[in-house]
């Protein structure tokens, strides 16, 4: 009698121990399965954007962004930067710094103060209205050209034609500004090494 118990006993353990193990098996396949599927997609989700100012819809991947992303956030940024009053300026440096790239931040605040300094200095507001846009979108790098007007008080005191880049960088699904600087018509994305006078 005791003998039967210990083999039902024993039977019993086996039969669990069987089931265990096909359950395991069962699970590590479909680990691997998902980790396979997961693997073959990364990159390639797309995400449909609205931008700031709803002009196009434009998709990000993983690893990339349309044209119409950089060509909106471009206009965005250069409105921030070049559209800005003695009570504004401020507010918009912050908010333009906010999404440069970590490494150009302290190139960035730099020069946004510089802007700055300028604006608070004289009292002046200026106004970029944009002409014409050029996206590459190899390098990442947009060129505007447009009017940039500068006022002292309601007077406007200067128009001129100006030329202006802004490169940005898609990392980890965000959208980094790395230059802002004024170009000209020989080199409107601003790569060469010789600076605009």
Known sequence: MLFEKF?????NMASELRFYRIVISGLIVLVIFQSSLIYRTMG?????????????????TGTDVSKDYLDQMAYWYAGIVLNATPKTAEYQKTQFLRHARPDQLG???AEAN???????????????????????TRTKR???YGSLSTYLEEKRIEQRPAYFAIGFDYINSMLYVTDF??????????VSPTPVK
């Not at 390639?44 to 990000?60: D, H």
């Not at 510089?114 to 590459?136: C, H, P, Q, W």
């Open 7 to 11: 083999i039902s006993e024993s039977d």
């Open 142 to 144: 947009v060129s505007i």
């Open 44 to 60: 390639l989700e797309k995400t449909i954007l609205v931008p700031p100012e709803v002009n196009k819809s434009f998709w990000v």
């Open 114 to 136: 510089k802007r700055l300094e300028y604006i608070m200095k004289n009292g002046a507001s200026t106004m970029f209205t944009v002409e014409s846009m050029t996206v590459d």
């Open 181 to 190: 600087k004024e170009t000209n018509d020989k080199d409107i994305f601003g």
């Open 107 to 109: 190139r960035l605040t």
